[in-house]
């Protein structure tokens, strides 16, 4: 029948939501006069039209079910990918996981630091900031956060302060009186290395060349903990940041390999009339539940003052006077329990909290860099440090030599000015000097102490030249 013959050429299957329909442009061939008996006999052809092409292909209407059920498993899977994968995307830019990476870095840090050699002699602020720097190279943490803001303006404060709770200063002049002086001068010589080389390299250092001079001069007073903070109040940029901790810790380490070498002579130095208190000065007491509360309160008291001293006396200062007053709680706390008989486990552990405290900001440093360059571009940053650590040796030795006072105490100051306590201890323990283990610890705790505040008021006038 041609009727039916054209009808069966007509009959094609469209995929309107996978469903078998006729074509639109013969719809009006389907008459009221066709019975459903004559209906049923057609065969619809094997043809079916796409709706990107218009072009007629192979289909069987058998097959359509299976192909249905096909294409809604795989719409399925493709949304259960989605899912997860936003879900991922979810978790891995929260607060939480941010801050989930940054204490892995930071324990991943201090771990390789304590258990092996190559650790030890790198350090944990460089290893933190070099886990910084791959987690952000592979995506784990973003360039910028609200995380690291959090951790600039208030972790940070917060570590330098319980850092210094367990620094009591009484017995400076009393049982170290030599080395005192000497590490008096070596702030001296710092001070005045840093204004040659500013006045010879100033204008190599760029825009932010005060504010990494300021930095410096903090850290060659006191340590990595005076670098970091007067870098965080003066809003160094991380990059800058990052560069100039990778060229400090190298400088450093040659200094310090320069002067363990340095001859000195095995002379009796002033000390105390009590030996038991400068034996006692460097014992840590025990750690407990009730001095760790006592640190977090005091240091959290500290930046308060620190805060409202910046508001009332010198603007910009609020890290060098929250220091000023964690020593100054230190030394009240250890005044109090010699008094009472007690061993100075005030503030035990508050220490090694804030210095763990830190890691997280040296973390931060690493991925806020943002990529291996940004180590790298510290050519002229390194000769500014040579000058000053040139001129500081020059003046430490020269004005002591003068000043009459022995070499061990000089080479001791200067130690624990450019490298720290640690530092300095361990060169007067390898060198044998056991007189000048306690005085390395207490000269480089007035250098954690003193070399915020000094950093700072570089800053503020070198700024405004």
Same mark, same amino acid.
């Given at each position: 029948?041609?009727?039916?013959?054209?009808?069966?050429?007509?009959? *094609?299957?469209?995929?309107?939501?996978?469903?078998?329909?006729?074509?639109?442009?013969?719809?009006?061939?389907?008459?009221?006069?066709?019975?459903?008996?004559?209906?049923?006999?057609?065969?619809?052809?094997?043809?079916?039209?796409?709706?990107?092409? $218009?072009?007629?292909?192979?289909?069987?209407?058998?097959?359509?079910?299976?192909?249905?059920?096909?294409?809604?498993?795989?719409?399925?899977?493709?949304?259960?990918?989605?899912?997860?994968?936003?879900?991922?995307?979810?978790?891995?830019?929260?607060?939480?996981?941010?801050?989930?990476?940054?204490?892995?870095?930071?324990?991943?840090?201090?771990?390789?630091?304590?258990?092996? !050699?190559?650790?030890?002699?790198?350090?944990?602020?460089?290893?933190?900031?070099?886990?910084?720097?791959?987690?952000?190279?592979?995506?784990?943490?973003?360039?910028?956060?609200?995380?690291?803001?959090?951790?600039?303006?208030?972790?940070?404060?917060?570590?330098?302060?319980?850092?210094?709770?367990?620094?009591?200063?009484?017995?400076?002049?009393?049982?170290?009186?030599?080395?005192? *002086?000497?590490?008096?001068?070596?702030?001296?010589?710092?001070?005045? $290395?840093?204004?040659?080389?500013?006045?010879?390299?100033?204008?190599?250092?760029?825009?932010?060349?005060?504010?990494?001079?300021?930095?410096?001069?903090?850290?060659?007073?006191? $340590?990595?903990?005076?670098?970091?903070?007067?870098?965080?109040?003066?809003?160094?940029?991380?990059?800058?940041?990052?560069?100039?901790?990778?060229?400090?810790?190298?400088?450093?380490?040659?200094?310090?390999?320069?002067?363990?070498?340095?001859?000195?002579?095995?002379?009796?130095?002033?000390?105390?009339?009590?030996?038991?208190?400068?034996?006692?000065?460097?014992?840590?007491?025990?750690?407990?539940?009730?001095?760790?509360?006592?640190?977090?309160?005091?240091?959290?008291?500290?930046?308060?003052?620190?805060?409202?001293?910046?508001?009332?006396?010198?603007?910009?200062?609020?890290?060098?006077?929250?220091?000023?007053?964690?020593?100054?709680?230190?030394?009240?706390?250890?005044?109090?329990?010699? !008094?009472?008989?007690?061993?100075?486990?005030?503030?035990?552990?508050?220490?090694?909290?804030?210095?763990?405290?830190?890691?997280?900001?040296? *973390?931060?440093?690493?991925?806020?860099?943002?990529?291996?360059?940004?180590?790298?571009?510290?050519?002229?940053?390194?000769?500014?440090?040579? *000058?000053?650590?040139?001129?500081?040796?020059?003046?430490?030795?020269?004005?002591?030599?003068?000043? $009459?006072?022995?070499?061990?105490?000089?080479?001791?100051?200067?130690?624990?000015?450019?490298?720290?306590?640690?530092?300095?201890?361990?060169?007067?323990?390898?060198?044998?000097?056991?007189?000048?283990?306690?005085?390395?610890?207490?000269?480089?705790?007035?250098?954690?102490?003193?070399?915020?505040?000094?950093?700072?008021?570089?800053?503020?006038?070198?700024?405004?030249?």
């Amino acid at each position: 029948m041609p009727g039916m013959k054209g009808i069966q050429h007509d009959l *094609v299957a469209c995929r309107h939501g996978h469903s078998l329909c006729p074509f639109p442009q013969r719809a009006h061939l389907f008459t009221p006069s066709l019975s459903a008996a004559r209906l049923s006999r057609v065969q619809p052809s094997p043809v079916r039209c796409t709706e990107r092409s $218009g072009q007629m292909l192979p289909f069987w209407p058998e097959h359509s079910k299976h192909s249905l059920a096909l294409h809604a498993g795989r719409m399925g899977r493709t949304k259960q990918r989605g899912c997860r994968a936003s879900a991922l995307s979810a978790i891995q830019h929260s607060d939480l996981a941010i801050w989930t990476v940054l204490s892995a870095c930071a324990a991943a840090s201090q771990v390789i630091q304590v258990r092996t !050699k190559l650790g030890s002699t790198v350090g944990s602020p460089i290893l933190a900031i070099i886990a910084g720097l791959v987690c952000s190279m592979a995506g784990l943490l973003p360039i910028q956060s609200g995380v690291y803001d959090t951790i600039w303006q208030s972790i940070m404060p917060l570590a330098a302060a319980l850092f210094l709770l367990e620094a009591d200063l009484r017995g400076l002049f009393s049982s170290a009186r030599d080395t005192t *002086v000497a590490f008096v001068l070596a702030s001296v010589g710092t001070l005045v $290395g840093t204004a040659v080389a500013w006045m010879a390299l100033s204008q190599r250092l760029g825009a932010g060349g005060w504010q990494l001079a300021a930095a410096l001069t903090a850290s060659y007073i006191g $340590g990595s903990i005076n670098f970091a903070a007067v870098s965080a109040s003066l809003a160094t940029p991380g990059p800058l940041v990052a560069a100039a901790m990778a060229a400090d810790n190298i400088a450093m380490a040659c200094y310090l390999a320069i002067i363990s070498f340095c001859p000195a002579e095995n002379v009796p130095l002033r000390t105390a009339a009590n030996p038991a208190a400068l034996r006692d000065a460097g014992v840590k007491a025990a750690v407990s539940s009730e001095s760790m509360a006592m640190s977090l309160a005091a240091a959290m008291l500290a930046c308060c003052a620190g805060l409202l001293l910046d508001r009332l006396i010198l603007a910009g200062s609020g890290l060098g006077f929250a220091a000023l007053s964690a020593s100054a709680m230190a030394s009240v706390a250890g005044m109090w329990t010699a !008094k009472q008989g007690q061993p100075a486990n005030t503030f035990a552990g508050a220490e090694a909290l804030g210095g763990t405290l830190m890691l997280l900001f040296f *973390v931060t440093i690493g991925a806020a860099a943002g990529s291996p360059g940004s180590l790298l571009n510290c050519g002229w940053l390194a000769v500014f440090m040579s *000058v000053q650590l040139a001129v500081h040796l020059l003046v430490v030795l020269g004005v002591g030599k003068l000043a $009459g006072i022995p070499m061990q105490a000089l080479l001791t100051a200067s130690n624990a000015a450019i490298g720290g306590p640690g530092t300095a201890a361990a060169m007067a323990s390898s060198r044998g000097w056991t007189s000048q283990v306690t005085p390395a610890l207490l000269t480089g705790s007035l250098g954690y102490s003193v070399g915020t505040p000094i950093g700072l008021a570089v800053g503020a006038f070198l700024q405004h030249m």
